[in-house]
């Protein structure tokens, strides 16, 4: 985006200040000026290609979810607000970070060979997040018809889901909420082939009443062999509602936590990887199949999967950068099996 505003400031519209004698070449300048203009700007799209959720991100806004979930208001309260600088995956494009702190793009890694332990290497356990990370949710009524539209348009597959609330209606009964959910495309495919190599765990920080129904849904098949929700989340000094990857009991080597909200990771930074979050507006996402399922099976192969997701993501310095110190966290969890 600062790339977009040089072009802005660099390339200003022709102005005539009376000293050009030929006023036939006026026209043709400006229409030429203009062409270059937005020529840049349609190579620099071509080449960073941001998802509207990122460009609202720069200029300051949040996308509003009516989400019975808490898991998109922890990136930016407590007055945490500034840019997403972590390296969220890219579908097969890695983001290295540069001495400058300047992001471009190079190759994927290549699959390694596998590492074993005594001959057997230990099965990956991947805790997957719910909201905008495996589908994302609306309340129905407030929903907007052309988001709804161009969703069913583009192919997205939907449902209705009726949940209970923590609310009461006035004759003391549970209310219960309407939502419209749409599934991340690729979500079965994704949810089968990762269930091949690792175990399953979803851990949200939406309420069970909501989350529940919704992962019934979701998970016909039953590959989450945990379902966590918001209750087993952890309060902590800084956030709430951290997901503490300690209550597995599985080892830390061997465990990865895809989250779309970076504080997620807060206790275990070396074991998040962070990706893009899903919006109904972004029908042509293809995260879950082309970036992040690629990562995890190159992660299953690894005896310790926090070298290449430090490597890769530097999870440890964007904290730091947003004043959140890690030292012992990181000791903590690097130490551990």
Same mark, same amino acid.
């Given at each position: 985006?600062?790339?977009?505003?040089?072009?802005?400031?660099?390339?200003?519209?022709?102005?005539?200040?009376?000293?050009?004698?030929?006023?036939?070449?006026?026209?043709?300048?400006?229409?030429?000026?203009?062409?270059?203009?937005f020529f840049q700007i349609l190579?620099?799209?071509?080449?960073?290609?941001?998802?509207?959720?990122?460009?609202?991100?720069?200029?300051?806004?949040?996308?509003?979810?009516?989400?019975?979930?808490?898991d998109t208001s922890d990136s930016?309260?407590?007055?945490?607000s500034s840019p997403t600088v972590?390296?969220?995956?890219?579908?097969?494009?890695?983001?290295?970070?540069?001495?400058?702190?300047?992001?471009?793009?190079?190759?994927?890694?290549?699959?390694?060979?596998?590492?074993?332990?005594?001959?057997?290497?230990?099965?990956?356990?991947?805790?997957?997040?719910?909201?905008?990370?495996?589908?994302?949710?609306?309340?129905?009524?407030?929903?907007?018809?052309?988001?709804?539209?161009?969703?069913?348009?583009?192919?997205?597959?939907?449902?209705?889901?009726?949940?209970?609330?923590?609310?009461?209606?006035?004759?003391?009964?549970?209310?219960?909420?309407?939502?419209?959910?749409?599934?991340?495309?690729?979500?079965?495919?994704?949810?089968? *082939? +990762?269930? $091949?190599?690792?175990?399953?765990? #979803?851990?949200?920080?939406? %309420? @069970?009443?909501?989350?529940? !129904?919704?992962?019934?849904?979701?998970?016909?098949?039953?590959?989450?062999?945990?379902?966590?929700?918001?209750?087993?989340?952890?309060?902590?000094?800084?956030?709430?509602?951290?997901?503490?990857?300690?209550?597995?009991?599985?080892?830390?080597?061997?465990?990865?936590?895809?989250?779309?909200?970076?504080?997620?990771?807060?206790?275990?930074?070396?074991?998040?990887?962070?990706?893009?979050?899903?919006?109904?507006?972004?029908?042509?996402?293809? *995260? +879950?199949? $082309?970036?992040?399922?690629?990562? #995890?099976?190159?992660?299953? %192969? @690894?005896?310790?999967?926090? !070298?290449?997701?430090?490597?890769?993501?530097?999870?440890?310095?964007?904290?730091?950068?947003?004043?959140?110190?890690?030292?012992?966290?990181?000791?903590?969890?690097?130490?551990?099996?």
């Amino acid at each position: 985006m600062a790339e977009m505003a040089d072009v802005c400031s660099t390339h200003q519209p022709y102005r005539n200040n009376g000293n050009n004698d030929d006023g036939t070449l006026h026209p043709l300048k400006t229409i030429l000026n203009w062409l270059s203009f937005f020529f840049q700007i349609l190579l620099q799209i071509i080449r960073d290609t941001p998802s509207w959720a990122q460009v609202l991100t720069y200029v300051g806004f949040r996308k509003h979810h009516l989400l019975l979930s808490s898991d998109t208001s922890d990136s930016s309260e407590n007055g945490l607000s500034s840019p997403t600088v972590f390296k969220t995956l890219r579908a097969e494009l890695e983001m290295v970070e540069e001495e400058d702190s300047t992001l471009v793009f190079g190759p994927a890694c290549p699959a390694l060979p596998p590492a074993y332990s005594n001959g057997v290497l230990e099965k990956m356990t991947v805790v997957l997040d719910l909201d905008e990370t495996l589908v994302c949710a609306y309340e129905t009524s407030s929903l907007p018809t052309i988001i709804r539209t161009q969703a069913t348009e583009a192919g997205l597959k939907s449902f209705e889901l009726e949940c209970t609330s923590t609310e009461r209606e006035a004759d003391g009964r549970l209310k219960v909420n309407h939502v419209t959910v749409f599934e991340r495309p690729g979500l079965h495919d994704f949810l089968e *082939q +990762l269930s $091949e190599f690792a175990d399953l765990v #979803l851990f949200t920080a939406g %309420l @069970e009443g909501y989350a529940s !129904p919704l992962v019934d849904k979701i998970d016909v098949e039953n590959r989450f062999c945990l379902r966590l929700y918001r209750p087993a989340t952890t309060t902590t000094e800084q956030r709430e509602h951290v997901k503490d990857l300690s209550c597995l009991s599985r080892s830390f080597s061997r465990t990865v936590l895809v989250d779309n909200n970076p504080f997620s990771f807060l206790l275990q930074p070396l074991n998040g990887i962070p990706c893009i979050p899903f919006y109904a507006g972004q029908p042509n996402d293809n *995260q +879950l199949m $082309e970036a992040i399922l690629p990562l #995890l099976k190159h992660l299953s %192969l @690894e005896q310790d999967v926090r !070298p290449i997701l430090h490597e890769r993501f530097r999870m440890p310095e964007w904290f730091e950068k947003q004043g959140l110190p890690m030292s012992d966290w990181i000791h903590d969890s690097s130490c551990s099996n």
